[in-house]
């Protein structure tokens, strides 16, 4: 079945840009979306389509997607910034959504 | 300003059967191109789908669980609900139930609502 592959954890310091990745086959022929979590709260999609934000998701996330590989970048990262981030994609071929195993983002 | 809630006990025995409600409310759960669905989330692990229903009642499910899951809709009362059969330890989790938005090529879920803790024990 159609897997995407994220790594563990990224840091980064305040004010630098962070890049996190999520890489399957082929994923630059789907559509990868990117969700954050902080502790104790819900997922927030941050990014959808590979490249568009939300309504109210700061200008500093961007997404791109080529390849193998989704990527989201934070411009300028802010400790508020700090959450696990997922990856999601759709496998046309058996009807699943289907997350990244998630990235921790340390801002320190 | 849509909002989803989970309702539902939060303990369930082995073997037994998890059942889960989703309320919604700023919107309409018979609105053209959306799915509602279910998400879960073992303790300190990530996210796992578990299926979708459309708004004209067509179902998803994970493959990993779709002999055991059951998805509605009940428009009339702007919920949908989740039924898992067959619950062991495995299945504990934090339940989301999550609006997405429906397009040619997926879909992507814009709204959560707070997640609800199911335990699986006797």
């Known amino acids: 079945s159609y897997e995407v592959t994220q790594p563990p954890s990224v840091s980064v310091s305040p004010g630098q840009t962070a890049s996190i990745t999520c890489s399957g086959d082929k994923l630059g022929d789907k559509y990868a979306h990117w969700y954050q979590q902080k502790p104790g709260q819900s997922p927030v999609l941050v990014i959808y389509?590979?490249?568009k934000r939300p309504s109210g998701i700061p200008e500093r996330f961007s997404g791109s997607n080529s390849g193998n590989t989704a990527t989201l970048t934070i411009s300028g990262t802010q400790v508020m910034d700090e959450a696990d981030y997922y990856c999601q994609a759709w496998d046309s071929s058996t009807a699943k959504v289907v997350f990244g195993g998630g990235t921790n983002l340390a801002v320190l | 300003q849509l909002q989803l809630q989970e309702s539902g006990p939060g303990l369930v025995k082995p073997s037994e059967t998890l059942s889960l409600t989703c309320t919604v409310s700023?919107?309409?759960?018979?609105?053209?191109?959306?799915?509602w669905g279910w998400i879960r989330q073992p303790p300190g692990k990530g996210l796992e789908w578990i299926g979708s229903i459309f708004y004209d009642g067509t179902t998803y499910y994970n493959p990993s669980l779709k002999s055991r899951v059951t998805i509605s809709l009940d428009t009339s009362k702007n919920q949908f609900s989740l039924s898992l059969s067959s619950v062991t330890a495995a299945d504990t989790a934090l339940y989301y139930c999550?609006?997405?938005?429906?397009?040619?090529?997926?879909?992507?879920?814009?709204?959560w609502g707070q997640g609800t803790l199911v335990t699986v024990s006797s």
């Open positions: 700023g919107g309409s759960t018979s609105s053209n191109g959306y799915y």
């Open positions: 389509q590979n490249n």
């Open positions: 999550a609006r997405s938005r429906y397009f040619s090529s997926g879909h992507y879920s814009d709204y």
